[in-house]
């Protein structure tokens, strides 16, 4: 259950927010006050506890104006995560069929349990669960697929809106090379089901902000399983709706391009296939990209469609390593993708720490070639995969303006994040004689103390370090909830 805002709330504490690709800021007294409409009205950023109430009477802001939440030592505040790419239907199955590789995966254990989503009261029970534990994990904004049934997707986008999470959800689109009893019957019936969906998904009621927090996206699963027919029909579809983002999978496995060149001779590439029927565009989200091309890399550029990198899964799934710091010099947008359950978990905090492992497997294969950018064959560091996991996938998302960082008029998407003692995962490294956490020194936070937080975060945290998760505003998970 979401509860409506009243009051104006300030957040008070240490908060990272991420600027680019290569810096963010640690702000160790930062003040962010929320509006009642879950959008931030102003931040600053150095105010000392002693000079705490003259901030905020210059914004005419007096006790009684305003809920003020302070955080103790050892908790810090970040934008929320953005995964660019998850199967919810595929949570039951975490874990299960790693040693297969995609194809064989796909009809060994994922069709089935997809499957099984035809019956709405298992999609109605499974849904919730599923929602929670990515919500739990600290993503604020994901990007849904569903199965290819009409019904269980509704069900999903309902349970979605109805906890808060920001997201958009779509159904596959998938009409071959599929097992007869997960297929849909024609191109036309695939289509006309994703109308419906997005007709459903548009008519959800607003939130207490006034906005929508769920949207549709055109979903046609990977070129394999679209038929020439049903892509043109989405192709043309998708021009009518220019605003509604579209999703897919590409240049994952090398059996899966070597398929795809097969079923579209006309295409010289898998990236020429989705450009040709008008699916490459700059709200497209392509999952993966193992083995893009130089080629591929500049049309993927040049159309500004995005890349949702999904580390854990291409290991998983024995798929590759994608090139990440290429596609960034070639100017591609890129964000990261959990891809559950071809991903094994549903963290995006475990998947940047799998891209931190891919980018330092890149970078010790290609040690002593020549670069070819500031970020090809390079590992990537903090600042990077933080941009990756937040700003980066706001921007393949296409919602760069209204989240993945915090400033005046973006929503409060955010992370309440502790490395204290009483998480049950705590970063210690030093107690004063009450046992109180102290980071740095006892009494002063120095952005290098923020700054190895969010480190102790990103490396070694997990779930029990995310206390609180706010969307738009409204706290919707975390540790602490109790919802
Ligand atoms: N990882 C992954 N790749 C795909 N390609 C087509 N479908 C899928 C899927 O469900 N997961
Ligand atoms: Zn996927």
């Known amino acids: 259950m979401t509860v409506a805002l009243r009051m104006t709330t300030i957040y008070y504490g240490p908060v990272i927010n991420p600027e680019s690709l290569t810096a963010f800021q640690a702000l160790p007294w930062c003040l962010i006050a929320v509006g009642p409409d879950g959008n931030i009205i102003w931040l600053e ?11 905020l009477e210059q914004h005419d802001l007096f006790q009684g104006d305003y809920i003020l939440v302070e955080l103790k030592s050892g908790e810090f505040i970040m934008p929320g995560f953005i995964d660019t790419h998850i199967h919810a239907c595929q949570i039951p199955n975490l874990g299960v069929g790693g040693e297969d590789q995609l194809l064989d995966w796909l009809n060994n254990y994922t069709f089935p349990t997809e499957a099984r989503f035809k019956d709405t ?10 929602v929670n534990r990515v919500i739990n994990s600290g993503t604020t904004t ?16 309902d349970v979605i809106h109805k906890k808060g999470q920001r997201a958009f959800v779509g159904k596959c689109n998938m009409d071959r090379n599929s097992p007869d009893y997960y297929v849909e019957p024609s191109a036309e019936e695939s289509l006309e089901s994703t109308e419906a969906l997005i007709a459903y998904i548009q008519g959800l009621p607003l939130t207490a902000s006034g906005e929508a927090l769920v949207h549709p996206i055109i979903t046609p699963r990977f070129a394999i399983s679209c038929t020439d027919e049903l892509l043109t029909r989405l192709g043309d579809f998708a021009e009518t709706v220019p605003d509604i983002p579209i999703q897919t ?16 001779p006309n295409a010289s590439s898998y990236a020429e296939v989705y450009d040709q029927f008008k699916l490459l565009r700059n709200n497209t989200v392509l999952g993966h990209g193992v083995y893009l091309t130089d080629e591929e890399l500049e049309l993927i550029a040049t159309r500004g469609a ?8 291409n290991f998983n799934l024995s798929s590759g390593m994608a090139k990440v710091g290429k596609m960034l010099d070639y100017g591609v947008k890129v964000g990261l993708g959990t891809d559950v359950s071809g991903g094994n978990n549903p963290s995006m905090l475990y998947t940047i720490q799998m891209a931190s492992t891919t980018s330092k497997m890149v970078a010790i294969q290609s040690s002593g070639e020549e670069e070819e ?15 990756l996991a937040t700003l980066g996938g706001a921007d ?41 956490f102290i980071g740095g020194s006892d009494t002063e936070i120095t952005e290098k103390d923020l700054k190895e937080w969010l480190q102790r975060f990103f490396y ?24």
Do not use: M
């Not at 950023?45 to 901030?55: C, K, N, Q, R, T």
């Open 306 to 313: 995005g890349v949702a990198h999904c580390p854990a899964s």
């Open 121 to 130: 009261g298992y999609a109605s029970r499974a849904y919730p669960d599923i």
């Open 460 to 483: 070694c945290g997990d779930d029990r370090n995310i206390r609180r998760v706010f969307v738009q505003g409204v706290l919707i998970g975390g540790q602490e909830f109790q919802g």
């Open 45 to 55: 950023e150095d105010v000392i506890s002693s000079e705490l109430d003259a901030a």
């Open 249 to 264: 999978h590409i240049s994952e496995n090398r059996k899966e391009i070597e398929e795809t060149l097969e079923l579209f």
């Open 373 to 387: 950018g500031t970020f090809t064959n390079n590992r990537l560091d903090t600042a990077t995969l933080l941009y």
């Open 396 to 436: 393949v998302c296409c919602l760069k303006h209204r989240i993945g960082s915090f400033g005046s008029g973006k929503a409060f998407d955010a992370l309440l994040v502790s490395i204290r003692d009483d998480t049950g995962n705590p970063a210690v490294w030093g107690y004063n004689q009450d046992r109180d």
């Open 142 to 157: 994901s990007c849904y697929y569903g199965t290819l049934h009409l019904e269980a997707t509704k069900i999903l986008a």
